[in-house]
């Protein structure tokens, strides 16, 4: 099995040897939303989570999303704090490092000073 993001970049001669492929579409806004609700459990404490914002803000694929939520909860369980949109600002600042995307703090909206 192989995954990527970037199925532009691999050789021809080796995609014509791939018996079966399958391309999962960039999630829409409203199957974003649904993903970041799911991604962090009802259970878990959250403060103020702007789920809208998020879903509509930042095209992004379900894992990166999922990637960003456990980041988020990782960080406020070492505060000891619920999760609040300073965490999920931080994981989504270091998922899109990881993706080498840059993020401006304009990107943020109204959640720009959250960015440091």
Known sequence: MLTTNLANNIDQAFIRRIDVSITFPMPEESERRRIWVASIPKSAPTADI??????????????????????A????????????????????????????????ASQFGPYAHLVT
Do not use: H, Q
């Open 50 to 71: 702007d789920y809208d914002f998020l879903a509509s803000t930042f095209k992004i694929a379900g894992g990166a999303i999922k990637n960003i939520a456990l980041t």
């Open 73 to 104: 909860a990782f960080l406020a369980a070492a505060r000891e704090e619920p999760i609040d949109m300073s965490d999920v600002v931080l994981g989504l600042r270091r998922e899109s490092a990881k993706m080498g995307r840059l993020v401006e």
